[in-house]
Structures are given as C-alpha cells and as structure tokens.
C-alpha cells in the first residue's frame, strides 16, 4: 500500500494532472488522477486491505475530510432545482468526482501509512519536491516545460495532454507576469506545492547530521525557494514565510542557528533565477496593487449570494467561472466555499486544517524523532495550505489539494499510536531538556536514574484508573 | 449597435409583459437577461452587487430568456429556456413577437412616420430540445450516494455507541468501570493506604 501511494504522489509531483485526459469516455472527467484513485481502491480490494498491524489513529483529519465531502454532496443535492435550471449540473457532476477522488485520497493515505514509514515519506516529498523545483527554474529560464513535454512523449498512447500555459515572454497588454506552471494550470498551484515540501526539507536540514546531507537538504530547500520565487507570485513569498514562521514556533532556536543560511539562498536564488528575488519588492504597497483591490471587491459583490443562501450555499461545484457575466473569479478559496456550500461548508472546510494541526501538535512535540519531524512537517503544510486558501482558489487545483490531504495524512500516522488524552500533572513532571529540539532529544537521550518512571513519551506516570479511563473514552 | 438597445429594452418589464402576453406565459414567471459585452475584459464583465442580486432574484424562475447582438450585425439571437420543449419554442417565438408589438406601440404612441419606422421581422423558426435529458437518473444516484454514506456513518456511529456500551457494563459488572475516584481517601479506610499508614501508626502507638 505504501508503495501505490507513493506512486501517486510521484503521479501529483511530476505529471500535470488537469492537463492530461486520458482516452475513455466517462461521463466525468477522465483525468488521470481519478484513474490513478480508482487504481488505488482496487489495489485495496485486491490485496485485502493493508493488514500491517498499526496503533490507535486519531480519526479527526479523516473525520473532518468525510463532513467536508458530505457538506458538499448536502448543498448540491438541496439546491439540485436551481443548478439544474441554470444549466450547471454537468459542471457541478464533475467537480463532485474530482471530490470523491480527494476523499478517497484522504482515507487511503490515512489507512496506508505507518509511523515508520514516515521518514521514507518525508525523503520521498523532498526529492519530489526538489525534481519539480528544478523544472520550474529550467521552464523559467529556458521556456521548456519538462512536465507537459515528457508526458505527453510518454503517455500519448494512452492519453491527450494539453498544451503548456508557459509563457515567459508575454504580451504585457495582456499578462503583467510571466506563466510559469511547473506541472500545473497556474503559477500559484506550484508555488503552493512547493510550499508544502519546503517543511519537510528545512526539518530533514535540520536533522541532518552529516556535512553531505546537510549540503544536500540545504540545496533542496534552496531550489524550492528559488523555483516559488521564480513564478513571481506572492504567494510565493507569503507561504514559504507562514511555513517558516510555523517551524520557528516549535523549533526556533535550532532554526535561528541557521539564519546565515538565508544570504547563501538570497545569492542561489538570484544566480538561478535572476530577478525572481523582486518578487519581495512587489509585496511593498501588497494591499494597494490591483489583485488585492480585486480581491477586496469581490466582498461585496458575493453578498447577494450570501444572504440568500447562508448555511449551503448554491450548490457545489456550480461555480461556474467560464460564466463571466454572472460569477466572479474569487480570489479566496473561503469566499468560493461560502458561495457553493454555504456557513457549514465554510466550517468544514476550514475544521480539516484545523483537525490535522490539532492532531499533529502532540506528535510534534514528542521527543520520538521519527514522529516528531515528519508531525511538524506535516503541521506546517496544512497551515500553509490553510493560508494559500485565502489568497487563491485553491481547489481550481488538484495538485496542492492532494498533497494537502497527504499533509493531513503524515499528521496522522505521526500521531498514530500517542496516548490520547495525558495527564497534565504527568506532563508537568516530564523534565523539559534545556538543549536541542526534539529530534535531537530522541537521538542522545538523557540517562535516567535506575527505579524512576521511564520518559520515553508522553504515557508517562499515569495512573492505573486513568489509563481505564483512557480505554473507555477510545 | 441599434440590436444592442433593442436587446435591452427587452429585458424591461413592460416588454417581459408583452412577452408573457404573446408566449401566453405567466410574466412573473419570466427571466430576461442580455446582452452581455463578451469583448471587454472579465473584470468588467464581472457582475456588481446590485447586477448580482437580480441575477440571484431571477434564478427562481423556470422560463428564461437570453439576448444577445453583435455591434456590426442588426440582429438579435434570442435564447429561451423552459420546462418542455414546447413551452421553450412559445416562448422564443413570444420574445421576437413582443418585441415587435413593443416597438410598434412604442411608433405609434410617439407617431413616427412610415419611412422612418424601424421593422422587427423574425428570421427563423426556433428549434427547441431537451438538454439535460438523464437528470434524473444522475439525481437518483446523487442522492442514492448521499443517503448510503449518511447510513454507513450511521451505522458505524450506532456499532460504536453499542459496543461501548456493552464494554461499560461489563466493566461495570465486573467492579473496573467505576468512574475514577477523586476524593480524599478516608481515615477510617484502611484499604487505602493513607488509611493503611494511620492504622499501622495507631497500632505503634498502642504497642509503645
């Protein structure tokens, strides 16, 4: 099972997506993620499930991403009259596909992976993180979109892939940016993909113990700043930020070490990507450009839909953007879910970030490095995902979606296995290292004195009613 | 240019009347919507508040007109929409006739001479059919779909709060499932062992 996701993983990293229709008649999409989704099931069903034993899963990510779908499939089905009449159920048809596919991705990368195997994740995300990022800063330089171009040489048996939106000469009467995509529809959509490997890189730089991959993971991160700096989005400034600024929460002091580390990028990025480093010069005067202008006009132009319909909203998926005259392109994935799904939809979606970060707190905390790094890692995708959600409409994208609900995934096989609810008193007693993160902590453990309660994680010193207390509440 | 303003003046209500009139249609039934400038760019084309709620007012209704004209053509494409197939034809051969009507009691009451009068002809009949045909069977398995998830986590919901249930009581039967105990244990309980010390320290003082 973990190998079936990693192959999708690879298949959402390096292979665009939307752009590749594969040659079978569906009354849905025939988009290749939602054969590789199906391709999943039936691997589950073919080999009997994933029988590896595992430990006690916290079911909220999982829990929140099964209300979000339900949520949808509610208001669709409450407002069937209206987006029938209007002409946009064939639309609403397949955007409620390409959910289920999301909900299926959810439930089987929280069923397919281990605790263990969250390293070998984290690695993985990094490497793939690091070929797409190289392939933007060559389709920068170069025109070249490595993504669009090699599948369509492999896959054209099979499949049609669409043409590259690159450009990186536009006319400027019509484009004020150059449209670098990497393997997706829009800058944006691979900025936010690199924003969620970029976690996983900085914290494996930051467990590294060797020059090598200290070298190595340096690198990677690096290219990944680069390359979200090379779409000259800000989105690719304010994401990497919130990500960072995630990761100096838990683990400041061991990052701040490395602060000399950000003119050594400053250097890389403009040697790779000359002049992609202005892009933090177009955040001066951030609220007075025309986007943002855009964005703040969108407020009061959906309030006609808002109060008319405040708790579903118009249907999911019936958001039609190709309709100029009558929807908005929202800049806000919180606004288009508020619109399609209403105050609830809104709720649900936003409780899937906040489950996954809820989740992923202790295990980020716990001095178990190969759950503490990957939990923190994960943690900080989701909040990055959870902000690059208001500044986009984020689920116009698969890719970053997929490995949002990938993000949520790690969470929780990070937190699989802790103890649910732990005594404060417990907790308290635990003595707090006054060196180094967790990671480190795991690596040379204090030694502790022969006869005292044993600190290895959380479940330490609790009492035997507790513990049946804890049995009953599971 | 002059099919734009005609387009627009059929959007009026006093023309969606005549429309009903000529559709034999109820008029407040009627939604007329157009012509919408495709050439400008989407921020422009994009609706404001206020064109947004007579959108969202006429979403309700079921017969739905849309005009559209072109700047270089002195025509106007007339799209109707309404529950049958019939009902669609009546109601696009009742656009191009109210605006006709509407136009000549417009002529007559201004008292505009022959030569100078404007003349609407229509140039075709309307050819109507059904474009969602399979709906329903597609609704039927939406709400198929919503209905089997809602009972599959019902019924899981239900298995759990059954088995818990079933586990407290057996806990309960078995002396374990007590909730846990938070006050202070009691002197005279010498199963506790605050109770056990005391006791034993009476017993020294006794035997001292």
Known sequence: ?474 | MRAGVYSRLLTSPEAIRLIGQEARIDPGLIYAEGPFESNQPRAAQEPTASERSDQVAGEQDAYRLQFQSTDTLPIITIFSQAPTPDEANRLANGAAQGLATYVRQLQDQRQVPAAQRVEIRQLGQPAARTVNSGVGLRIAVLVFVLVFAAWCAGVLIVTRLVHNWKTAGRLADQGEGEWPVTTAPSESDPRHSGGERSADRRELERTT
Not at chain 1, 121 to 141: D, M, N, P, Q, Y
Not at chain 1, 174 to 195: C, N, W
Not at chain 1, 261 to 276: C, D, E, M, Q
């Open chain 1, 1 to 474: 099972m973990p190998w079936a996701l990693a192959a999708v993983l690879t298949l959402v990293w390096l292979v665009p997506i939307d752009a590749v229709s594969v040659k079978v008649s569906l009354p849905v999409d025939s988009k290749i993620d939602r054969f590789a989704i199906v391709a999943l099931v039936l691997a589950w069903m073919l080999f009997g499930g994933d029988r590896r034993p595992r430990g006690r899963r916290p079911a909220a990510f999982l829990v929140a991403a099964g209300v979000w779908v339900a949520v949808a499939f509610l208001s669709l089905v409450v407002n069937v009259p209206r987006v029938i009449r209007l002409g946009e159920f064939e639309l609403s048809q397949k955007q409620l596909a390409l959910l289920v596919a999301f909900g299926v991705f959810a439930w089987f990368a929280t069923a397919a992976l281990r605790p263990s195997e969250l390293r070998a994740f984290s690695v993985l995300t990094v490497v793939l993180g690091t070929i797409c990022a190289i392939g933007v800063i060559v389709e920068r330089k170069t025109g070249y979109n490595a993504f669009y171009e090699i599948s369509r040489a492999i896959l054209s048996p099979i499949a049609n892939v669409g043409p590259s939106p690159t450009m990186i000469n536009p006319d400027p009467l019509r484009f004020d940016r150059p449209q670098i995509v990497g393997p997706t529809e829009h800058g944006l959509a691979v900025t936010t993909m690199l924003s969620i490997a970029m976690p996983f890189a900085l914290l494996a730089l930051l467990d590294a113990r060797s020059r090598g991959r200290k070298f190595a993971y340096g690198l990677c991160v690096a290219l990944m700043l680069a390359a979200a700096l090379s779409t000259e989005r800000k989105t690719g400034i304010v994401v990497p930020v919130v990500v960072v600024v995630v990761l100096l929460i838990y683990r400041g002091r061991e990052l701040l070490r490395l602060w000399p580390l950000v003119f050594v990028f400053a250097v890389f990025v403009h040697v790779t990507s000359p002049g992609a480093l202005g892009t933090i010069t177009s955040l001066n005067g951030f609220l007075n450009t025309d986007s943002s202008a855009g964005r703040t006009s969108d407020y009061a132009a959906i309030m006609p839909d808002v109060v008319t319909r405040p708790l579903l909203g118009f249907g999911y998926g019936s958001l039609d953007v190709a309709k100029a005259n009558t929807y908005r392109i929202l800049d806000n994935e919180y606004l288009g879910q508020l619109l399609q799904a209403g105050l609830i939809g809104v709720a649900a979606f936003l409780a899937m970030s906040i489950a996954a970060v809820a989740v992923a707190r202790p295990a980020a905390r716990s001095p178990d490095a190969a759950r503490a790094s990957p939990a923190l890692a994960g943690l900080a995708a989701v909040v990055g995902f959870a902000v690059a959600s208001a500044l986009f409409d984020i689920l116009s994208f698969p890719q970053p979606v997929y490995l949002f609900l990938f993000a949520g995934a790690v969470c929780t096989a990070a937190a699989t296995g802790l103890p649910g609810r732990e005594p404060a008193r417990a907790r308290t007693r635990a003595p707090a290292p006054d060196h180094g993160g967790p990671a480190r902590r795991a690596l040379a453990p204090e030694p502790q004195p022969r006869g005292a309660p044993v600190v290895v994680g959380p479940a330490l010193a609790v009492p035997p009613a507790s513990r049946r207390w804890d049995r009953r509440l599971g």
